[in-house]
């Protein structure tokens, strides 16, 4: 998951494999992610002990998102690994849940329940996928956006980790960017969620602050509107002023201090190159 945020950041930033100053280190990272994908497509890697869906998820995704970009020696290599990742997505949400949790996926591909979290990388992995030909059926997308409506805390506006839990302020933006990806632009629950945001700001003690930081900007900046204009500033800031002077962003909340800084720099460049638009994922 760190090797494929570290290389979409690359990317972010307008870098691109076999050219310019990183152009050798992108391929690298990527044969490498290739390397680790098991038997069965999934792509599996030191993930905290959160389950390999969510190492999954990441991967996918930046494999979608690289696979137009790469040369002919992996070009190959790429589209089968990410085909083969896709299927294993697709089949996980197929698993037998519980109404509550159909849709949606959990941290293994067998999970008999699904979480907001998890699902959001899927279904960001699942509409990069999509977008560059890859079999990914309607049903399954349409599946994913009712399991997030579900999710949706209508009392605040945010978004609950499972059905019936409660929302934070980093969970409205996962939410956010998890419909808004899938076409569900400004509706009812995504601006709802964007209020929320603008309300109870994003402030370095939230618990996963750079997981915040991340949904949060992207999905406010998916928004758009007024809700971008006034939430941009204090997004670009807070994760601004938390840079170390020698250019990389440390976690120092417990939740997040076992991922490292490469994992937070990842996510704070992704969040900060937003609108650059290098990556189609993130565009509006």
């Known amino acids: 998951a760190t090797t494929a945020l570290a290389i ?33 497509g999934q792509l599996v890697g030191r993930d905290g002990g959160h389950g390999p869906m969510y190492s999954h998820g990441i991967a996918t995704l930046m494999l979608a998102e690289i696979s137009g970009m790469v040369d002919t020696a992996q070009a190959a290599a790429c589209r089968d690994c990410l085909r083969r990742a896709v299927k294993l997505i697709v089949d996980a949400q197929n698993h037998p849940k519980p109404p509550e949790h ?20 899927q279904l960001l992995a699942l509409r990069a996928a999509k977008d560059i030909g890859c079999d990914v059926p309607a049903e399954n997308i349409d599946r994913a956006v009712a399991y997030l409506k579900r999710l949706h805390v209508k009392h605040d506006g945010g978004f609950g980790y499972m059905v019936g839990h409660g929302s934070t302020i980093t969970r409205a933006g996962t939410g956010i960017t998890a419909l808004e990806v899938c076409g569900e632009h400004r509706t009812v629950e995504t601006l709802a969620a964007a209020r929320m945001i603008l ?8 618990h996963y602050f750079f997981y915040g930081a991340y949904y949060c900007t992207i999905g406010m900046y998916k928004v758009g509107g007024a809700e971008w204009q006034q939430s941009r500033e204090a997004l670009y800031r807070i994760i601004l002023d938390l840079q ?4 990389f962003w440390t976690p120092e909340d417990g939740t997040e201090r076992q991922a490292g800084k490469v994992y937070s720099t990842a996510l704070s460049v992704l969040a900060l190159a937003i609108e650059y638009g290098y990556l189609p994922i993130y565009q509006r």
């Open 102 to 121: 159909d849709g949606g996926w959990r941290y293994q591909p067998t999970s008999g329940d699904s979480d907001l979290s998890v699902s959001a990388w």
């Open 199 to 206: 309300s109870r700001p994003l402030v370095r003690t939230e």
């Open 8 to 40: 979409m950041a690359f990317l972010a930033g307008g870098h691109v494999p076999g050219e310019g100053p990183y152009g050798r280190h992108l391929p690298r990272g990527l044969a490498w992610l290739m390397s680790q994908q098991q038997e069965n």
């Open 244 to 247: 170390n002077p020698a250019g």
